[in-house]
């Protein structure tokens, strides 16, 4: 059976506050909080980007395992903020975690969804027997224009998962996509900022997704909620993914776990990914997750996984929630020139 | 500046140094002939470790322009656990810098030919959290 064999995760190490960004802007940091379920963000330093966020999370994978480069047969790497628009982060992370060249990469884009999209297509690979192990890596640095809302949560973060048969800490017992033509959000060819439809990538986008594709998979699998030892689902706020939940029938207890927006904010591909490594994190033999993606534009991954025995003896020392709390506060003006929201003489 | 950085990626990218089986020496940057055994050297690569001790360090101010984004930055000299001395950036704040200190490699940008030219990457080094 396909799973996954290991992950890894990395948050870049600075935060800034919301009261910080809304000073600025003139905005009550409160109703900001209270609105959007965001209380600070993780901000990349001036020398981090996808790249670098992909490398240190794909590292900490290989190396719980002790896995070497020339194991490793195709990698992915979903971000929509890919450092070239022509040149394949998978590329220059393949030559870093010295993987024999005789292997399979394409960077893919799908929004926050394309983290997942990467999983995807290593399940299918390992389940075909084109490699034996692949790496599918979700990674962001993303943006939000200076004063639009999207500031308040757009972060940065990578998970990297080793997909294989051999070994593995968990099962993938099934995956669905659902995707449709919305327009909820999109960056244009050569745009800083992305632009989004506000109150429309509400309903029509990430609920409507998120829920179909849950349901579905559910259904197919004969599996209810209560099914389930926890659920994550992407985390564009703090609010939806706790909202999608109820309406699906999960309890709060059962999404509490991934629940990591509120303190590091939407890291786009890594996201729900993150979310679901902090589930791994304590995640028990026989322990049933669902795991259910959003990318704008737009479409959801479901995935139904199941825990096995080898968890037990995994090396889970580095946790997500410890990484959350290992934090240094910025202020905006730091903020600003780390992302380059400054322009130079 | 591409091809002689795109050269050394192996190097930069990982902190591969090269061994002279003939005398043991190891050495970083690598070197195609070990200087002190020289035509009787056998030279093989190794893998010299991702953790280390800060021996000394500068703290930059007076930066290149490709660097003032990051001023003050510090330069250090890292000893390797395999007993091989580095150079390299230390990304992280003056104050958190102490001699002794236990610093691990990581992989971050180093920089670029400005906003349409190559990203240059590699290894620098933060201080051990664990």
């Not at chain 1, 000073?23 to 001036?46: A, F, N, Q, R, T």
């Not at chain 1, 990674?139 to 939000?144: K, P, V």
């Not at chain 1, 033999?285 to 993606?293: A, N």
Request: proline fraction near 5%.
């Amino acid at each position: 059976m396909v799973g996954i064999v290991s992950y890894g995760t990395y948050i870049p190490r600075y935060r800034i506050k919301v009261e910080e960004i809304a000073k600025i802007w003139g905005e009550d940091p409160e109703s900001i909080k209270g609105g959007l379920g965001i209380y600070e963000k993780s901000v990349p330093d001036i020398d981090e980007d996808t790249v670098t966020i992909s490398v240190e999370c794909a590292r900490e994978a290989m190396k719980r395992v002790s896995l070497n480069g020339s194991e490793i047969q195709a990698v992915f790497v979903g971000s929509e903020s890919h450092p070239y628009a022509v040149k394949p982060t998978a590329t220059i992370v393949g030559e870093a975690l010295s993987i024999d060249s005789f292997f399979h990469s394409a960077d893919l884009e799908f929004a926050c969804k394309a983290g997942t999209a990467g999983i995807q297509n290593c399940i299918a690979m390992v389940e075909s027997g084109m490699i034996r192990n692949g790496l599918a890596i979700g990674s962001d640095t993303s943006q939000g224009a200076p004063g639009d809302p999207l500031e308040y949560s757009a972060a940065a973060g990578g998970a990297a998962f080793v997909i294989g048969s051999e070994n593995v800490i968990v099962e993938i017992k099934d995956t669905l996509s659902f995707t449709t033509d919305t327009p909820d959000f999109w960056r244009r060819e050569g745009q800083p900022y992305p632009s989004h439809g506000g109150r429309f990538t509400g309903e029509p986008a990430y609920f409507r997704h998120v829920s179909t594709a849950s349901i579905e998979i559910m259904k197919r699998n004969d599996l209810e909620p209560e099914d389930f030892s926890y659920a994550v689902f992407h985390m564009p706020n703090g609010k939806f993914p706790v909202r999608v939940a109820r309406n699906l029938g999960f309890s709060s207890k059962q999404i509490e776990q991934g629940l990591v927006v509120r303190y590091i904010g939407n890291t786009y591909s890594a996201s729900s990914l993150i979310g679901f490594c902090a589930i791994l994190d304590v995640a028990k033999p026989g322990d049933r997750i669902l795991l259910t993606s959003f990318g704008s534009g737009a479409g959801s991954d479901a995935f139904i996984i199941e825990v096995t025995e080898n968890i037990e003896s995994y090396d889970r020392n580095q946790s997500v929630w410890k990484k959350i709390e290992r934090k240094e506060y910025i202020d905006y003006g730091m903020y600003a020139k780390l992302r380059r929201k400054i322009r130079m003489g | 500046m591409i091809p002689s950085f795109w050269r050394k990626i192996r190097y930069r990218y990982n902190l591969t140094g090269t061994k002279c089986e003939n005398c043991g020496r190891i050495y970083h940057p690598p070197r195609n002939i070990c200087p002190e055994c020289r035509r009787k050297s056998s030279i093989t690569e190794v893998d010299l470790g991702d953790r280390g001790e800060l021996l000394t360090y500068s703290i930059v101010h007076d930066a290149p322009e490709s660097f003032k984004l990051q001023r003050p930055y510090v330069i250090g000299l890292i000893k390797l656990e395999s007993g091989v001395v580095v150079t390299s950036q230390i990304s992280c704040k003056p104050s958190e810098l102490r001699i002794g200190m236990k610093v691990k490699a990581v992989f971050r940008k180093y920089g670029e030919d400005g906003e349409d030219g190559i990203i240059y990457y590699g290894t620098k080094f933060v201080p051990c959290e664990e």
